[in-house]
């Protein structure tokens, strides 16, 4: 058995009508965090309304509410809608597993589970939330004196896209508008390696390494869904070291500025992106 150490014990809600599914998941996960259950879909949303858990682990064929209906209801509840859903379900047919990543789960598996593949899964869907946690937390050192309240509002909210990448580059933090410039959802986001979505990320690191107002503001040319290019401000901002370190990342589009004004695009000092991702 694996367990998770952490300064917050994470919660685990496993949701499945059959008791007996529930006894082998509970005992595959025992010390991976305080785990709850739940045998009904509209339990599950009690239960998750009333303290947000960490991760769901959830059945798709249960009696009144489905697996399906309990992930769209999260979803589409701003308290609950960064909550990490996994399914673990009989069914096996690849329908069932594009619905479930199309309502928003991170991962499909089929029972019955395989405990070592479970609790490889679960501990990377952990570790990605706490890493998201951290990005949160060094946001909201920074940001200190706008108040805590208001951090996570301010992120969501900014015009700018906001990505927060761990040292070991995978996003931890997206706002709406990194998603919409990168064409991704959050789910797709998080965990996901961020050079994927922003192939210039290193040369930035790089740059920054060696002259850290070297970068700032420089225009680059990122490729959107559908084979668009866009220009896009970049800079970014480190904080902490080593294998703890996060790294903001702030993009701006300016296609549009470029488009109406080419003349001043290449006076002095403005230059079009040239910077391919």
Same mark, same amino acid.
Do not use: Y
């Given at each position: 058995? @694996?367990?998770?150490?952490?300064?917050?014990?994470?919660?685990?809600?496993?949701?499945?009508?059959?008791?007996?599914?529930?006894? &082998?998941? %509970?005992?595959?996960?025992?010390?991976? !965090?305080?785990?709850?259950?739940? @045998?009904?879909?509209?339990? *599950?949303?009690?239960?998750?309304?009333?303290?947000?858990?960490?991760? &769901?682990?959830?059945?798709?064929?249960?009696?009144?509410?489905?697996?399906?209906?309990?992930?769209?209801?999260?979803?589409?509840?701003?308290?609950?809608?960064?909550?990490? =859903? +996994?399914?673990?379900?009989?069914?096996?047919?690849?329908?069932?597993?594009?619905?479930?990543?199309?309502?928003?789960?991170?991962?499909? +598996?089929?029972?019955?589970?395989?405990?070592?593949?479970?609790?490889?899964?679960?501990?990377?869907?952990?570790?990605?939330?706490?890493? *998201?946690?951290?990005?949160?937390?060094?946001?909201?050192?920074?940001?200190?004196?706008?108040? /805590?309240?208001? +951090? $996570?509002?301010?992120?969501?909210?900014?015009?700018?896209?906001?990505?927060?990448?761990?040292?070991? %580059?995978?996003?931890?933090?997206? /706002?709406?508008?990194?998603?919409?410039?990168?064409?991704?959802?959050?789910?797709?986001?998080?965990?996901?390696? *961020?050079?994927?979505? =922003?192939?210039?990320?290193?040369?930035?690191?790089?740059?920054?390494?060696?002259?850290? #107002?070297?970068?700032?503001?420089?225009?680059? #040319?990122?490729?959107? $869904? !559908?084979?668009?290019?866009?220009?896009?401000?970049?800079?970014?901002?480190?904080?902490?070291? %080593?294998?703890?370190?996060?790294?903001?990342?702030?993009?701006?589009?300016?296609?549009?500025?470029?488009?109406? $004004?080419?003349?001043? $695009? /290449?006076?002095?000092?403005?230059?079009?992106?040239?910077?391919? #991702?």
């Amino acid at each position: 058995m @694996t367990e998770i150490h952490a300064a917050h014990e994470p919660t685990i809600l496993i949701v499945d009508d059959d008791a007996g599914a529930i006894q &082998v998941l %509970g005992r595959m996960l025992a010390g991976f !965090g305080r785990l709850r259950f739940a @045998t009904r879909g509209e339990d *599950a949303l009690v239960l998750s309304r009333q303290a947000v858990p960490d991760l &769901v682990l959830l059945d798709e064929g249960m009696p009144g509410l489905s697996g399906f209906d309990v992930c769209r209801a999260m979803k589409a509840d701003p308290a609950l809608a960064h909550v990490p =859903v +996994i399914f673990i379900t009989s069914f096996d047919q690849p329908d069932f597993e594009v619905q479930a990543l199309r309502l928003g789960a991170v991962d499909f +598996i089929t029972k019955p589970c395989v405990a070592t593949v479970l609790q490889d899964r679960v501990r990377a869907v952990l570790r990605v939330q706490r890493q *998201a946690d951290a990005a949160l937390r060094a946001q909201r050192e920074q940001w200190q004196p706008l108040g /805590n309240s208001r +951090i $996570a509002d301010i992120v969501a909210a900014a015009a700018d896209a906001v990505v927060s990448v761990d040292a070991a %580059g995978h996003i931890v933090l997206i /706002n709406a508008a990194a998603c919409r410039l990168l064409s991704v959802s959050p789910e797709q986001a998080l965990g996901a390696p *961020a050079r994927q979505r =922003v192939p210039f990320l290193d040369t930035l690191l790089a740059r920054a390494a060696t002259d850290p #107002a070297a970068f700032d503001r420089d225009t680059w #040319a990122l490729e959107q $869904a !559908g084979g668009r290019a866009c220009a896009v401000e970049a800079s970014l901002s480190c904080l902490g070291e %080593g294998a703890e370190q996060i790294t903001t990342l702030i993009l701006r589009e300016v296609t549009r500025r470029f488009r109406l $004004a080419p003349a001043r $695009a /290449n006076a002095p000092g403005q230059h079009p992106p040239e910077h391919q #991702a």
